[in-house]
T-cell receptor, first 112, second 112 residues
Framework: SQKIEQNSEALNIQEGKTATLTCNYT??????LQWYRQDPGRGPVFLLL?????KEKRKERLKVTFDTTLKQSLFHITASQPADSATYLC???????????FGSGTRLQVQP | DVKVTQSSRYLVKRTGEKVFLECVQD?????MFWYRQDPGLGLRLIYF???????EKGDIPEGYSVSREKKERFSLILESASTNQTSMYLC???????????FGPGTRLLVL
């Protein structure tokens, strides 16, 4: 069966440092992978999408890499701020029909 | 801006009750989705729909049904609520030419 693994332990970092979150997946070669941010009590918000033929994608302080050989995506937040504290979810479309399978998320805490 | 609204933020129901969760989007999106989110398990897809009167089972459809009579509205129905359906329910929508999903704020359902 398909599986997405994210580090379930919270990641605590100091303000100004780079946060790196990992998403590993199995049993599939997805055409794309997405990252979402979720704040407590709210719905996820889309951040970035990276396609299988893209090695890296950037948006402001965010960077995503996609290694289809390792079946892994890394999500980086540079110059992190306390406002970046949230849970970050990765998601794949295993069906090919845009119905997403989500990882359980990694909670990031940025300390001032 | 895309807006996805859900009928209730919090809901308390009794075991055996029939429960309706409503979701409305205002961007004429074809695709709509229902997920539930539980601690440690992430978001799990219950049902999705690609058009009016069309529905597809997700990963955990048991105990649920859906209705899509109008393009903007996608309803999740718990025919006979049980305590193991206590959860956060999230609705999402996406346009046909995009993989991104736009989420509502969620409904936290407690079944007693």
């Amino acid at each position: 069966s398909q599986k997405i693994e994210q580090n379930s332990e919270a990641l605590n970092i100091q303000e100004g440092k780079t946060a790196t979150l990992t998403c590993n997946y199995t049993n599939y070669s997805p055409a794309y992978l997405q990252w979402y941010r979720q704040d407590p009590g709210r719905g996820p918000v889309f951040l970035l999408l990276i396609r299988e033929n893209e090695k890296e994608k950037r948006k402001e302080r965010l960077k995503v890499t996609f290694d289809t050989t390792l079946k892994q995506s890394l999500f980086h937040i540079t110059a992190s701020q306390p406002a970046d504290s949230a849970t970050y979810l990765c998601a794949l479309d295993y069906t090919g029909r845009r119905a997403l399978t989500f990882g359980s998320g990694t909670r990031l805490q940025v300390q001032p | 801006d895309v807006k996805v609204t859900q009928s209730s933020r919090y809901l308390v129901k009794r075991t055996g009750e029939k429960v309706f969760l409503e979701c409305v989007q205002d961007m004429d999106h074809e695709n709509m989705f229902w997920y539930r989110q539980d601690p440690g398990l992430g978001l799990r897809l219950i049902y999705f729909s690609y058009d009016v009167k069309m529905k597809e089972k997700g990963d955990i459809p048991e105990g649920y049904s859906v209705s899509r009579e109008k393009k903007e509205r996608f309803s999740l129905i718990l025919e006979s609520a049980s305590t193991n359906q206590t959860s956060m329910y999230l609705c999402a929508s996406s346009p046909p030419n995009q993989e991104t999903q736009y989420f509502g704020p969620g409904t936290r359902l407690l079944v007693l």
